[in-house]
């Protein structure tokens, strides 16, 4: 109890450091005090236990928990990695095809954001754009799961091509809705809050996350031999449930974004030019090769699946299984690395995850069962967790001020987006050349670059403070 009770204490000191520390800077950039006050521990102390953090913020926090819960349980049920090849496979697709699905989703999520990242970033307010946006993109979620019970397993062609079709459409909206999202948690949650919000959304999702595997399986099982209706089922509840969490965005309470009567790049009035933002920092640039090996790892994510049914034949029971510890994984590995990476630094987290994913990569190669294959699925799950948080936190810290956040991330998708729409394709070309063996280890060797140039990171965040003073 007295543990837990000096971390109770240390929380509330350093939730007060930064309300006060707003509270100057706002002054400051007002022109009210003009002068920066040095102030003690006892005054952060006293301040944490007098005023407590802004509605505003917590009311913010709280939305970007509740979709940091929704989204990723809803897309664990459309994941490329369990479910969807499971389903394509029912529809007789053939390695390749399997391998078009995640390159059409990354072609939709990684390169639109290019095209409106300088429209963004000169939006006073972008809550309107991102919820208008947003709203579009869950529509084909929603028409998927239709098209499904409208065509059914009758003409597998035609619904292969539709469904392709309804995912390619909304993975465009969210590629042009993207930079507008991150632009918001730049601008409203602060760097050192955002792992502890991902955090908190993991611990949830986690727990949500267990009821994954049976419900997918209880769905699955329910509907009628050879029926699609199954899958149907489990994609109309993945769609509402990442509509429902994305509704409080509506009442997202938002400041003025930041305005500057600079023409530099730095000020945000860099246009489309994606030249001068790559020349921007050195940094920016290693952890944009970083994730480009990454994003080639990604050839082996869709074929997991389809090599556990090669070699044992697995059923329903097991892909839920395996749909499960992937969701859990995911969700309580981000509760680690966003704690880690709030108190840490993203470099370390990053290096950490790199890691993990090279074990859970070299682990498809051993002889195993199918039931320990679901450790390869909790480890890529967890590796895959730590550079997404990581990786984009650090790309919002590279960004010099809020105007150019949208534009870093923009650049960061629209590299590692061409890579990761080619890469399952390769994947789907060598699995159905040379096997599942090649491919998977040729996923070790991209995972094992991936840590060599994580290594050459700098932490943005130390090096602003130090720059700061």
């Known amino acids: 109890m007295r543990v837990l009770a000096k971390w109770f204490r240390r929380m509330a000191i350093r939730i007060g450091l ?39 913020s917590r009311y913010n926090m709280a939305t970007g928990v509740i979709d940091g819960i929704g989204w990723p349980l809803g897309m664990a049920i459309f994941s490329t990695t369990t479910l969807l090849p499971e389903f394509l496979l029912h529809l007789h697709a053939s390695y390749l095809q399997i391998g078009l699905m995640p390159a059409i989703v990354s072609l939709g999520y990684f390169l639109p954001g290019i095209l409106v990242a300088s429209f963004i970033s ?45 995912l390619l459409a909304h993975s465009l909206a969210t590629g042009f809705n993207q930079p507008s999202y991150w632009s918001l948690i730049g601008k409203l949650i602060p760097a050192n809050w955002r792992g502890r919000m991902y955090g908190a959304a993991g611990l949830v999702g986690g727990l949500l996350g267990l009821g994954v595997g049976p419900v997918t399986h209880f769905l699955l099982a329910r509907a ?34 930041e305005r500057s009567s600079k023409s530099d790049m730095h000020a945000g009035h860099y246009g489309r030019d994606l030249v001068r933002v790559w020349r921007a920092d050195a940094g920016f640039r290693r952890l944009i090769w970083a994730q480009t090996a990454v994003a080639a790892w990604s050839c082996v994510a869709p074929f997991f699946v389809p090599a556990a049914h090669g070699r044992w034949q697995v059923d329903s029971r097991e892909v839920a299984l395996y749909a499960t510890v992937n969701v859990v994984a995911l969700a309580f590995g981000n509760l680690i690395w966003g704690h880690w990476a709030d108190r840490k630094g993203n470099r370390r987290v990053l290096i950490t995850s790199s890691a993990v994913l090279i074990i859970g990569t070299v682990l498809s190669l051993a002889p195993i069962s199918a039931a320990a294959y679901a450790f390869v699925f909790v480890l890529t799950a967890l590796g895959n967790g730590g550079l997404n948080i990581a990786g984009y936190n650090m790309a919002l810290e590279f960004a010099p001020s809020e105007a150019d956040m949208p534009f870093f991330m923009a650049t960061l998708n629209f590299v590692t987006g061409l890579v990761r729409m080619a890469a399952p394709l390769v994947g ?33 965040r130390r090096r602003r403070s130090s720059e700061t003073g």
């Open 224 to 257: 009628p031999a050879g029926s699609l209706t199954g899958y149907a089922n489990c994609f109309f509840l993945a769609a509402t449930i990442i509509l429902l969490s994305f509704l409080p965005f509506i009442w997202l309470r938002e400041h003025p974004s």
């Open 428 to 460: 789907g070309l060598i699995a159905t050349s040379f096997g599942f063996g090649p491919l998977f280890a040729l996923g070790s060797a991209f995972a094992v670059g991936a840590l060599v140039a994580t290594l050459c990171l700098p932490e943005p």
């Open 18 to 56: 930064m309300y006060v520390n707003l509270k100057v800077r706002r002054t400051c950039l007002d022109g009210g005090a003009g002068k920066m006050s040095i102030v003690s521990t006892e005054t952060f102390e006293s301040a944490a236990l007098i005023e407590p953090p802004r509605a505003i």
């Open 122 to 166: 000169r939006l006073e307010y972008v809550r309107t754009y991102l919820v208008a946006v947003g709203l579009v993109e869950r529509i084909p979620l929603f028409i998927a799961p239709a098209l499904i019970y409208l065509v059914g397993n009758h003409r597998p062609g035609l619904l292969l091509i539709l469904f392709y079709g309804a």
